[in-house]
């Protein structure tokens, strides 16, 4: 058995102490959000924090995470808040989307540490791939990002996760509102 906290959350996985805790946090916790791209850590897709530091979850056992605090891009804002997350939409950075989370982990973790990073400590912080070609507009995001955590800007606040009811009715015609709705 081991224990540790994923998104500020006690948890308990009875898997193997060697299992990878991407294998752990997907198909154990249902947190799909922190994805498998390459499974040797080099892309970066499933980057997750561990105690403050952006690390690849494909490459760490559940037994090396005993007693240490995760976070997956689920738990960074319920609401969109954060910075990042805020200046990621602002900027409209993604594309396919697939390696985001883990771009947007790894952008949190070095603003945390240094929230006035150079283009070459970017670059330096941010090995992981993209096979879109997001780079350009991930560096500009992150510079954003930077400059709400130091209160020199602000973004207008981003949508609220979801969509609502009468929408997806709208764009899924079998879906039925709920009485009262
Ligand atoms: S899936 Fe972990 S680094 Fe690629
Ligand atoms: S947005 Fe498609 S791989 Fe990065």
Redesign the pocket.
Known sequence: MTRFSVNDRPVEYRMEPETPLLWALRDASNLTGTKYGCGTGECGACTVDIDGEAIRSCMVTIAECEGRFVTTIEGLARDRSHPVQQAWVAEQV???????SG?IMAAAALLRSNSNPSDAEIDAAMTN????G?YPRIRTAIRLAGRVIRGEERIAAAPPPGIRPQDAVEAVPALRLPPGT
């Open positions: 993604p594309q396919c989307g697939f390696c985001q771009m791939i993209c096979r879109c997001t």
